[in-house]
């Protein structure tokens, strides 16, 4: 079949069921995106183009922290699962998210530093600005740091890196490796 | 036509020439909707190049613009799929009108090349959005018809033109998206135009649809 375009009739809603791509209207599926139409086992449209990705509750994302203070830090969210995003989104990852156990004696600073790519899970949608995430996983922390030498800091423990290079131990929520 | 967009179109009708690029779905910004609800939003940004005109226009949207801006929004949201757009996300429609001939028949391509766009940019929609416009001159025995359809500049700001209307249509569903009426205008001339346009947003839809089937799916529309 030919590229469908949005409003294109593709069959009967008895006939067949809508999947992606695709709207029930008026006892009719419709498509709902640009594509090729699929007719089995659903009628769908697949796209040429991929979607972009957007953080949703659940998810695995991936990035970079620009900015702490001692309530949260914030991360600058770039790859959701493995897929990259067109453009960043922001979250927080709170005090109290960061880690599962001893909630109160968790220290913003000796956990992330600003630069660090860190892998977190989405909790919330959180506010009007940031989504709420947590580091409250041994998978999820910091997967890559430098240190103040400059040089790429290796997890000694769940909580401390040491820099190869000056041999200094710094802090870090660090992510068990996989 | 707009690389760093997600989805773009440009289109031209006559003399006008217009440019959509569709961003999006991405983070709503803290100014858009209200912080309590989490639907996402489809923003519209309407703007003639400063260079459209034959007097130059500024940089800063006028009241026109902002006006035009509306229009678009009304004339596309009838067609998103909300539902389908994840929570708390924003959409941006940006349409530059690199060169106009007349305010009502660049918000009408607007309205089209918009649609195109966020049909490019794999929003899901309903149906493709097509505009269309029409000026209302008086009749005399040697015009039979008093309705021009998407008029030029000299036709729409002409001193005996009595009104306009600018009508955003869904030709797919048989439905209209958005309807604007301006002027005094009796009822017959309306309602003749509303068929003129309607006919017209068809065959336009026509046209449409044979450019995106013959660009490739999901490639860049042009």
Redesign the interface.
Known sequence: M??A?????LGNAADFAAGS?T?T?HGHV?A?????PKTKPKVEVV???D??A?P?IGAIVTGTIVRINPRWATLKVMVVESVPT??D??GIIRLQDVRATEKEKVRIDRSFRPGDIVRARVLS?G???NYYLSTAENELGVVFATSLGGATMIPVSWEQMICPKTRVVEYRKCAKPE | MVPAANGSAFMEAGKIKVMAAVYGPRQRPASAGSTSSSSPVLLCDFKFAPFASPSRRGYLKDSSERAASLSLLRALEPAVRYEALPERSAVDVFVTVLEEDGVQASVASAITCASVALADAGIELYDLVIGCSAAFLPSSPDTPTNVLLDPTVVESTHPSCTGSLIMAAMPSLAEVAHFELDGSVSGEEVGESIDLALDACASLHGAVKAVIAGSGSGDTVS
Do not use: M
């Open positions: 030919a590229t375009i949005p409003g294109q009739a791509g709207y209207r419709y709902s995106v640009i594509g090729l796209r040429g183009k979607a972009t957007v949703s067109s453009e989104f922001q949608l506010d009007a600005r």
